[in-house]
């Protein structure tokens, strides 16, 4: 059974740092994409950053480049998210998905966890 636990949320002040941990268990994710997504009340779940799990080729939206930074650690099976220079607009739930790479839609995702960035 394929399990992704986040961790790592929190409060924070604006422009403070948080770090993001998913840990995936359950298969083998060599062939999958690992993407965080986020939601904030009222709003669309959008995507953030999606790395691939065998070449660690990396996607950001431009709302977040340059300050998130996502990576893997495949003794792990733990994908990260670093947060920097954190905005009371990145307030939102953050969740960790999956899916098979050349495959559109995430199949497995985490519970989430509740990031808050205070003015």
């Known amino acids: 059974q394929v399990q992704l636990v986040e961790s790592g949320g929190g409060l924070v002040q604006a422009g403070g740092s948080l770090r993001l941990s998913c840990a995936a268990s359950?298969?083998?994710?060599?062939?999958?994409?690992m993407g965080w997504f986020r939601q904030a009340p009222g709003k669309e779940r959008e995507l953030v950053t999606s790395?691939?799990?065998?070449?660690?080729?990396?996607y950001y939206a431009d709302s977040v480049k340059g300050r998130f930074t996502i990576s893997r650690d495949n003794t792990k099976n733990t994908v990260y998210l670093q947060m920097n220079n954190l905005e009371p607009e990145d307030t939102a739930v953050y969740y960790c998905?999956?899916?098979?790479?050349?495959?559109?839609?995430?199949?497995?995702w985490g519970q989430g966890t509740q990031v808050t960035v205070s003015s």
């Open positions: 359950g298969r083998t994710f060599s062939s999958y994409v």
């Open positions: 790395i691939t799990w065998n070449r660690g080729t990396t």
């Open positions: 998905a999956a899916r098979r790479y050349g495959f559109s839609s995430y199949n497995y």
